[in-house]
C-alpha cells in the first residue's frame, strides 16, 4: 500500500515537473525567433540607411563640387563686368573730354568767322576809300591850270594836296594789302578748325560705339553673372536639403544601432 503511493507520488511530482518544462520551451521558442526577426529587419534597415547616406554624401560632394565650380564663374563674370565698367567709365570720359574740345572748336570758329567778316568790312571801307582818294585825283587831273589856281590860294598848295592824297592812297592800299592777308589767314585757320572739328566728331563717334560695345558686353555679362547666381542658390540648397536628409539618416541610424545593441544586449 505504502509502495503504491509512494509511485504515484513520484510519477505525478515527474509530470507535473514534465508540464512546466512544456510550458516554459513553449513560451520561449517564438520569443527568441521573434527578437531574431527584429535583429535582422534592423540590420536590414541600417544596410538600407548605409547605402542611401553613401549616395547622398555623393551627391554632397557633387554639389559642393559644381558650387567651387559656378563659385569660380560667378567671380570670373564679375571680375570681367568690373573692367567692363572700367573701361567704359573711360570711354565716356573720353567722349566727354572729345566733346568739349568739338565746344571750344565751335567758339574758336565762330571767333574766326567773326574776324574774318570784320576784315572782310574793313577791306571794302578802305577799298571806298582808295576809289574816293582815286576818284578825287581825277578829278584834279581834269581840272585846268586856272581852276586849279581858283580852288587853291597858289600852285603849291595844289601840290601839297595832290601829294596828301596820294600819300593817302598809298596807306590805304598798304593796309588793304595787310587786310587781304589777314584774311588769307584767318580763312586758313577757320579751314583748320573746321577739319579738326571734323575729326573730333569723328574721334567722338568712335568713342560712342566703342561705349555701346562696351556696354552690350557688360549686359551679357550680366545676364550670365544672374543666371550664375540663380545656378549657384539652386545649388545652395539642393546641398542644404542633403545635408538635412543626411543628418536624420544619421539619427535614424543611431536609433537602429542604438535598439539593436539594446536587443543583443
Not at 555623393?58 to 572700367?86: C, D, F, M, R
Not at 571801307?125 to 582815286?134: D, G, Q, R, S, V
Amino acid at each position: 500500500m505504502f509502495l503504491r503511493h509512494s509511485l504515484l507520488f513520484r510519477y505525478g511530482l515527474l509530470g507535473i515537473i514534465t508540464c512546466f518544462l512544456t510550458i516554459y520551451l513553449f513560451n520561449n521558442i517564438p520569443e527568441s525567433a521573434l527578437a531574431q526577426s527584429e535583429v535582422d529587419a534592423l540590420k536590414d534597415q541600417i544596410d538600407d540607411r548605409n547605402n542611401r547616406l553613401k549616395e547622398i554624401e555623393q551627391e554632397i560632394a557633387t554639389y559642393k563640387s559644381e558650387l567651387t565650380k559656378v563659385g569660380g564663374q560667378k567671380n570670373s563674370l564679375q571680375k570681367a563686368i568690373n573692367q567692363l565698367e572700367l573701361e567704359r567709365k573711360k570711354v565716356q570720359a573720353d567722349i566727354n573730354y572729345t566733346q568739349n574740345r568739338i565746344g571750344a572748336t565751335d567758339l574758336e570758329i565762330d571767333k574766326l568767322s567773326i574776324e574774318i567778316e570784320n576784315t572782310e568790312q574793313e577791306i571794302e571801307l578802305n577799298k571806298e576809300a582808295i576809289m574816293e582818294t582815286l576818284q578825287s585825283l581825277q578829278e584834279m587831273d581834269g581840272n585846268s591850270l586856272i581852276e586849279m589856281l581858283l580852288q587853291n590860294d597858289n600852285l603849291s598848295d595844289f601840290w601839297n594836296r595832290v601829294d596828301e592824297l596820294d600819300q593817302i592812297r598809298n596807306v590805304i592800299g598798304d593796309e588793304v594789302d595787310t587786310l587781304v592777308s589777314q584774311k588769307i589767314l584767318l580763312t586758313g585757320k577757320y579751314e583748320t578748325n573746321t577739319k579738326k572739328r571734323a575729326d573730333l566728331i569723328d574721334l567722338k563717334d568712335q568713342y560712342s560705339d566703342q561705349s555701346q560695345i562696351l556696354v552690350g558686353n557688360k549686359t551679357e555679362k550680366d545676364r550670365l553673372l544672374s543666371a550664375t547666381k540663380n545656378q549657384e542658390a539652386e545649388y545652395q540648397k539642393l546641398l542644404k536639403d542633403r545635408e538635412a536628409m543626411r543628418a536624420q539618416i544619421e539619427k535614424e541610424l543611431r536609433d537602429f544601432e542604438s535598439k539593436l545593441q539594446f536587443i543583443l544586449d
